[in-house]
């Protein structure tokens, strides 16, 4: 059994906690039983040993697995991974909706994309990067009740994303406790109408409003601090035709959504400007999750 799972773009600036999207850039794991347990790494986190020894990937599967079967088994698990870790690509929501639905999936146990998505919750409180990797496309969540609410909206294949990827990790955990307590009336009523914007354009197509709509004033600006190359990365990929460019997740990594025909020029000269960045350009993936026998 194969499974399958896109990289994430969260908030994409103003919609802290809420917006997010899926990128074609996968962690997939092959699963076979086994007589002893073995793991196997390929690329991304190959080099550390953590991965192998404990996986929170192995941790929630054998969680799940054994809530399902009321049996513990040995499996030899393959992974190859292109989602970096720490990075805001989403490395932590792409293994546990990974687990949990090939824990699922090799128990031959049917698994709704909403009821994966809810599980998925109790290991990652905020909805914006696990809506995308279980459904791909452009995803608005909210949480009430335990339960994500969420909507979304299939990308087109002449959009584009740039991505960024510093040579130092931001670790999420550090990047919330960055932010400040409390907001300003005005920050909060800039930041929940450029989010409405910014939803409002990705629905009706309105790629020519991402510019304006993707402005945040309550998060980016307190993480990118921590790495201040990313302001010029950002206005470096503006500068060169991005449609938007913002702090991937809670960073490090800086994603920009262009046309495709302008993406070769604007990592060209990301490249150019930032040769100890890795930068890849990448189409959106709208699946979300996938599970082959
Ligand atoms: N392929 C993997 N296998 C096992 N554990 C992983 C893997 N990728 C990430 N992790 C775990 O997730 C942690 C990274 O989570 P973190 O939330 O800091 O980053 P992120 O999910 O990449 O960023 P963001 O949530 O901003 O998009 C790693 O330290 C590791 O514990
Ligand atoms: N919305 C989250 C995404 C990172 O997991 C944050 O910015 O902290």
Redesign the pocket.
């Known amino acids: 059994m194969r499974i399958s799972v896109p990289a ?1 773009s ?1 908030n994409l600036g103003p919609g802290f906690d809420s917006l997010g999207l899926a990128i074609s850039l996968y ?1 997939q794991v092959v699963i076979r039983p086994s007589k002893f347990h073995s793991v196997s790494l390929r690329g ?2 190959s080099n550390n040993p953590m ?1 192998k020894d404990n ?3 192995i941790a929630i599967f054998n969680d799940f697995y054994f809530n399902l079967a009321k049996k513990k088994r040995n499996f030899r698990f393959e ?1 190859t ?1 292109e ?1 970096p ?11 546990i909706v990974s687990a949990i639905a090939s824990a699922y999936a090799i128990e031959g146990v049917k698994l709704e994309k909403e009821k994966l998505l809810n599980l998925a919750l109790a290991y990652e409180n905020h909805p914006d ?1 696990i809506t995308p990797a279980v459904m791909g496309g452009f995803n608005v969540a909210s949480v009430q009740d335990n339960e994500v609410k969420s909507i979304r909206k299939e990308l087109p294949r002449f959009l584009k994303a740039v991505v960024v990827i510093p040579n130092r990790p931001i ?3 550090l990047a919330r406790k960055a932010l400040p307590f409390k907001y300003s009336k005005e920050d909060t009523i800039f930041n929940i109408a450029h989010s409405s914007l910014l939803t409002a354009a990705f629905m009706t197509e309105n790629w020519e409003m991402l510019k304006t709509a993707s402005k945040d004033i309550v998060h980016q600006k307190y993480r990118m601090k921590q790495m201040p190359e990313l302001f010029d990365v950002q206005k470096t990929a503006l500068n060169n035709g991005a449609l938007m460019s913002t702090l ?4 490090s990594t800086l994603f920009s959504l262009c046309y495709k025909e302008d993406s070769q020029r604007i990592e060209s000269s990301l490249k150019k400007r930032f040769p100890h960045f890795r930068v890849l350009t990448r189409n959106f993936d709208n699946s979300g999750v996938r599970i082959e026998d």
């Open positions: 994430t969260a962690n991304e986190g991965l996986n929170m990937f992974f991974n989602v870790l720490s990075r805001g690509l989403g490395s932590s929501s792409a293994v990067n670790s999420t955990q991937s997740g809670s960073g």
